[in-house]
């Protein structure tokens, strides 16, 4: 089946550096990639969803200065967390929904999530 | 507006024993279901869907769930649950179109008992 892999899977930072995580659609097309953000015993929060050679759309709340996100082909997405603090540690999910009519056409696949710990 | 519930924070059975966990959702358009679990520290995987159809579909690890479009509901069930089922389930719902990203419920945690 489809896969969405993600790297890397933790990421330990110093606060004010910056951090990059990558989503990649390993067998299929994704014209449109989506990053959530789970805390602790939370469910999934949708940060931004991000399309294909267009600039991502940012949920309510969401800092896009902070949380670049880039979707520059049709298998990668690219979160960086920007300055990282404290507060920024959290849990980073992508997920990867395929080009109609391709393989993975329509659904949503996740990837394993990147924990990221800023110290 | 736009939801899913799970009235269910936390619940315990003993293994062997049946299991439902419940999943209401408010949604403007024919709603996509979906159900995943998800072990301490990793993704989400995916049990099952629901675009259309039978109203009682199959996933995987044996379990099963119903779409009842009157009570706006989607809950998942197994006949007997394992050990090994203890983790955090989420149901989620969504468009069908592909920009739509899914709404996530906040998650029932199960445990297991034996």
């Known amino acids: 089946g489809a896969v969405v892999s993600q790297h890397p899977s933790r990421v330990i930072c110093k606060s004010g550096t910056s951090v990059k995580i990558e989503c990649r659609s390993l067998?299929?097309?994704?014209?449109?990639m989506f990053w959530y953000r789970q805390f602790p015993k939370q469910s999934l929060m949708l940060m931004a969803t991000?399309?294909?050679?267009?600039?991502?759309?940012?949920e309510q709340g969401v800092e896009k200065d902070k949380f670049l996100i880039n979707h520059a082909s049709l298998t990668l997405s690219t979160l960086t967390v920007t300055s990282a603090h404290p507060e920024d540690s959290s849990f980073y999910i992508c997920?990867?929904?395929?080009?109609?009519?391709?393989?993975?056409?329509?659904?949503?696949?996740f990837g394993e999530g990147s924990r990221l710990t800023v110290l | 507006a736009q939801s899913v519930t799970q009235p269910d924070i936390h619940i315990t059975v003993s293994e062997g024993a049946s299991l439902e966990l419940r999943c209401n959702y408010s949604y403007g358009a024919t709603p996509y279901l979906f159900w995943y679990v998800q072990s301490p520290g990793q993704g989400l995987q995916l049990l099952l869907k629901?675009?259309?159809?039978?109203?009682l579909v199959q996933g995987i690890k044996g379990f099963e769930a119903e779409f009842k479009r009157s009570q706006s509901s989607f809950n998942l069930r197994k006949p007997s649950v394992h050990w090994s089922d203890a983790a955090e389930y989420f149901c989620?719902?969504?468009?069908?179109?592909?920009?739509?990203?899914?709404?996530f419920g906040k998650g029932t945690t199960l445990s297991v008992s034996s």
């Open positions: 629901y675009f259309s159809g039978d109203t």
């Open positions: 991000s399309n294909e050679g267009s600039k991502a759309t940012y």
């Open positions: 989620a719902v969504g468009a069908g179109q592909a920009g739509t990203a899914l709404i």
């Open positions: 067998d299929f097309q994704a014209t449109t």
């Open positions: 997920s990867a929904r395929g080009a109609p009519g391709g393989g993975g056409a329509g659904e949503l696949f």
